[in-house]
């Protein structure tokens, strides 16, 4: 299994809606990361966890909570979004240190969310 | 992690080779130089990595300059699936397990049919 599992593909959520995004991995990989995507624009880091420890957080604002239960798996609790924050939410995960390719990152296809 | 410079877009007719060009003049000794590309919508690809000597693998070729202040991707025989966003990365090794990977602007290159 060589894949970065993301779900749910597409999410419309209220304002006042709690939501969660999840990402999930099986390749051993034990660093995973939360990037934010606007329309014709890069992507953005918005945390990493590192051996199931947050390890970055980029002054993401609160309502945007990261979780890491388990090695396999990331998600990302969103709770009073803006329209603002609207975007395409990548997960990506690395090989652990040691591993062959080390240095790539591998990405899943991403939850495109509209907050209305 | 050294910047990188991109044109903003480049436009390759169908079948010819796609040559992009990336600078990175203030790259160290350590520093690796990567290539993604980002098909609309979809998560990034990994394309390939290299230190100081070119880099060759089913998907592309990457050469860099002996000073190693710029590089080149080259998509040898570009279809129209090759449409996407190229982005260059620099990181510096070893790198902190779970270091940012910093995305530039990237290169916008258009397969012409």
């Known amino acids: 299994d060589t894949e970065v599992t993301q779900t749910p593909k597409h999410l419309v959520m209220g304002m006042t809606n709690k939501k969660s995004l999840k990402c999930e991995q099986h390749?051993?990989?034990?660093?995973m990361y939360w990037y934010k995507q606007k329309a014709k624009k890069p992507p953005e880091l918005m945390f990493v966890?590192?051996?199931?420890?947050?390890?970055i957080n980029e002054s993401v604002p609160s309502r945007f909570s990261p979780e890491c239960p388990n090695s396999s798996l990331l998600n990302l609790h969103l709770h009073a979004l803006q329209p603002e924050d609207s975007a395409l939410y990548l997960c990506?995960?690395?090989?652990?240190?040691?591993?062959?390719?080390?240095?790539?990152?591998?990405f899943g296809e991403g939850s495109r969310l509209t907050v209305l | 992690d050294a910047k990188t410079t991109q044109p903003p877009s480049m436009d390759c007719a169908e079948g010819r080779a796609a040559n992009l060009p990336c600078n990175h003049s203030?790259?160290?000794?350590?520093?690796?130089v990567y290539w993604y590309r980002q098909i609309h919508s979809q998560g990034p690809q990994y394309i390939i990595h290299?230190?100081?000597n070119n880099e060759t693998n089913e998907m592309a070729s990457l050469i860099i300059t002996e000073d190693r202040k710029s590089s080149t991707l080259i998509l040898p025989h570009a279809t129209l699936r090759d449409t996407a966003v190229y982005y260059c990365?620099?990181?510096?090794?070893?790198?902190?397990?779970?270091?940012?990977?910093?995305f530039g602007p990237g290169t916008r290159l258009s397969v012409l049919p």
């Open positions: 390749m051993g990989h034990r660093a």
């Open positions: 966890y590192s051996y199931e420890k947050l390890s």
């Open positions: 203030t790259i160290s000794g350590n520093e690796y």
């Open positions: 290299g230190l100081k």
């Open positions: 990365i620099v990181r510096r090794f070893p790198w902190a397990y779970g270091q940012n990977f910093v």
């Open positions: 990506a995960s690395s090989p652990p240190e040691g591993a062959p390719n080390t240095g790539e990152l591998f």
